[in-house]
C-alpha cells in the first residue's frame, strides 16, 4: 500500500511472495465508475513470466503427489477464506469493474464459493475405469492424472468468477497455475492470490499482471501443459495457433451472441422482464447475456413495447447506488465500442430505448433495445458486449430457428413458451451449449458451460470441466510375473 491519496501499487505473485515487474514496468488501472485512475500493477515482461513458471514447475510434483482429501482440505479453506474476506474481496472486485456492490455480494460471492466447493469434492471423484483383462495373461487399467502447469487467463468481465472456474478445477485435479487477469482488472485478482498462497504451497497459485504481450509469453511458454483463456475469438484464435506450435492443450471460452426465442404462447409480461434482466445484467458484459431477441410476428409489437418499458425501469448507476442493475462498461474502449454499434445502425433500425452515454463521468451506457433488425445487420452478426438487445421479427418456427443459428457463435440460448413439444424440438436443434427454457443465464456448479463454433471449445465447472485437467494413462501388466 502507498500513502493516502496515491495510487494503490498492486504487485505480482511468483513462489510465494508479491513481487514488482523484474524491469520496473507498470500500468495504471482505471475505475471505470468514475474514470480515475485508483492503481498500478505490473506490466510483466519475459523474466516475470519465467519465473512464474519455473515456480509453478517446481510446486507440480509435490501437489500431484498430494492426496485428493489434501487437496479437497485445501480448497475448503479457499472458500471459507472467501467468505470470510467476502467483502474485500466484494469491494476490490468493484473498484476494479465499477459493479454494484450489493449484486456481487447477493450474485457473485455466494456462487463463486459454491464453486470452489464443488470441485473440492470433484478432487475425491479422480478414479479411471475398472481394471479388467482385455488380452489373456494381461490385466489393464486407467489412471486419471494431472496434467502439470495451466497457463489461465481471465477476462475483465467477471475478474473474480473467472479466475474461479479456472483455479479450482485446475488445483483440484493436481495441477498447479499461472493465472493472468485482465489488464484493466487485476485487484481481486491479486488480492485472491493473497488469500489462495495462504493455504496452498508457494508456487501452486502464482499471479502475474499484464497485458497481451504478458499473455502471449505466457502460452508461447514452453513450461504449461494446458493453456486456457476466455476472452474474445480473436484472442482465442491467436492462443489456438501459439499453443499449436508445441501442442499444448488449449481451452477457450470465447464469444457469445445468445438468441431468445419468443413464441407467440409466451407470457409477454414475464419473459420481457426475464430477457430485459438477463440482457442488461453486468452491463451486459456476459458472454450468454440475452442479447438477440427473436419473436413471433404476432406478439411482436407487444412484445418491443414490453421490452422498451422494461428497459426504461432499468437503472444504471455508481457501485454504492440503490436498486441500480448494472455499473458501467468496463474501460473507454469498450464505451466507444457499444457506442459505435449504435451510430452505424442501418436506417431500418429503430432505437425503442436507450441508445446514448448516461453522463460524463465513468463509462455508462443506457440500456437499449433497437428493433427493425434484419439477419445480416453488423449488430446481429457481431457481439456488442454491451447493455444492447436487439428483436427481430420470425414467422414460424423453422425460420426462428434458422435465424437463432445463423450467427458464428454458439454459446448460450433460450426458448420462451409454453408448448413442452416446441421445447424440445428447438432444444435439441438448436446449435448452443447452453438452451434454457423459460429462463436465461443461471448457473450451477454440477452442469457444464462452453460452447460450440467461434465460441471456443473446452467445458468449465462440472465434472466435464474437471475432466479437462486431466489427462488418462492406459497401465497393462502381466499376470505372470
Not at 294 to 305: I, K, R
Not at 455 to 479: I, N
Amino acid at each position: 500500500m502507498t500513502e493516502l491519496g496515491q495510487a494503490r501499487k498492486l504487485r505480482n505473485y511468483i513462489a510465494g511472495e508479491f513481487k514488482d515487474a523484474a524491469d520496473g514496468r507498470t500500468t495504471e488501472i482505471i475505475n471505470p465508475a468514475t474514470g480515475e485512475v485508483y492503481a498500478t500493477a505490473p506490466l510483466s515482461g519475459q523474466a516475470d513470466v519465467d519465473a512464474a513458471m519455473e515456480a509453478a514447475a517446481a510446486a507440480f510434483p509435490a501437489w500431484r503427489d498430494t492426496t485428493p482429501a489434501e487437496r479437497q482440505r485445501a480448497l475448503l479453506k479457499i472458500a471459507d477464506a472467501f467468505e470470510e474476506r467476502a467483502e474485500e474481496l466484494i469491494a476490490a472486485e468493484s473498484e476494479n469493474t465499477g459493479k454494484p456492490l450489493g449484486l456481487t455480494r447477493s450474485e457473485e460471492i455466494p456462487p463463486m464459493v459454491d464453486q470452489i466447493r464443488f470441485f473440492a469434492g470433484a478432487a475425491r471423484m479422480l478414479e479411471g475405469r475398472s481394471a479388467g483383462e482385455y488380452m489373456e495373461g494381461l490385466t489393464s487399467f486407467v489412471r486419471r492424472e494431472p496434467i502439470g502447469v495451466c497457463a489461465q487467463v481471465a477476462p475483465w468481465n467477471y475478474p473474480m468468477m473467472m479466475g474461479v472456474w479456472k483455479f479450482a478445477p485446475a488445483l483440484a485435479a493436481g495441477n498447479t497455475v499461472v493465472l493472468k487477469p485482465s489488464d484493466t482488472t487485476p485487484a481481486s485478482t491479486v488480492l485472491m492470490a493473497e488469500i489462495i498462497g495462504s493455504i496452498v504451497p508457494k508456487g501452486v497459485f502464482n499471479v502475474i499482471c499484464g497485458d497481451r504481450d504478458t499473455g502471449r509469453a505466457m502460452v508461447e511458454h514452453p513450461t504449461p501443459a494446458m493453456a486456457s483463456i476466455t476472452g474474445s475469438v480473436r484472442a482465442g484464435m491467436q492462443v489456438a495457433e501459439s499453443a499449436a506450435k508445441d501442442l499444448k492443450r488449449v481451452h477457450l471460452e470465447l464469444g457469445g451472441k445468445a438468441p431468445v426465442l419468443v413464441f407467440q404462447d409466451a407470457d409477454i409480461a414475464a419473459a420481457a422482464v426475464g430477457i430485459s434482466e438477463a440482457g442488461f445484467f453486468n452491463a451486459g458484459q456476459d458472454c450468454t447475456a440475452a442479447t438477440r431477441v427473436l419473436v413471433h410476428e404476432s406478439v411482436h409489437d407487444d412484445f418491443v413495447t414490453a421490452l422498451a418499458k422494461a428497459a426504461a425501469d432499468t437503472k444504471t448507476g455508481q457501485p454504492d447506488d440503490e436498486d441500480i442493475l448494472y455499473g458501467p462498461l468496463n474501460n473507454a474502449d469498450q464505451l466507444a465500442k457499444v457506442s459505435g454499434f449504435i451510430d452505424r445502425l442501418p436506417a431500418h433500425a429503430k432505437v425503442e430505448a436507450g441508445g446514448h452515454r448516461v453522463g460524463d463521468k465513468g463509462y455508462f451506457y443506457a440500456p437499449t433495445v433497437v428493433s427493425g433488425l434484419k439477419q445480416d445487420d453488423e449488430i446481429i452478426q457481431n457481439e456488442v458486449f454491451g447493455p444492447v438487445i436487439t428483436v427481430q421479427s420470425f414467422t414460424d418456427e423453422d425460420q426462428a430457428l434458422a435465424y437463432a443459428n445463423g450467427v458464428e457463435y454458439a454459446l448460450a440460448s433460450s426458448v420462451w413458451t409454453k408448448d413442452h413439444g416446441r421445447a424440445m424440438r428447438l432444444s435439441r436443434h438448436l446449435d448452443f451449449g447452453c438452451v434454457w427454457i423459460n429462463t436465461h443465464i443461471p448457473l450451477v456448479a454440477e452442469m457444464p458451460h462452453g460452447g460450440f463454433k467461434k465460441s471456443g471449445y473446452g467445458k468449465d465447472l462440472s465434472a466435464y470441466g474437471f475432466d479437462d485437467y486431466t489427462r488418462v494413462k492406459h497401465v497393462m501388466t502381466s499376470l505372470e510375473s
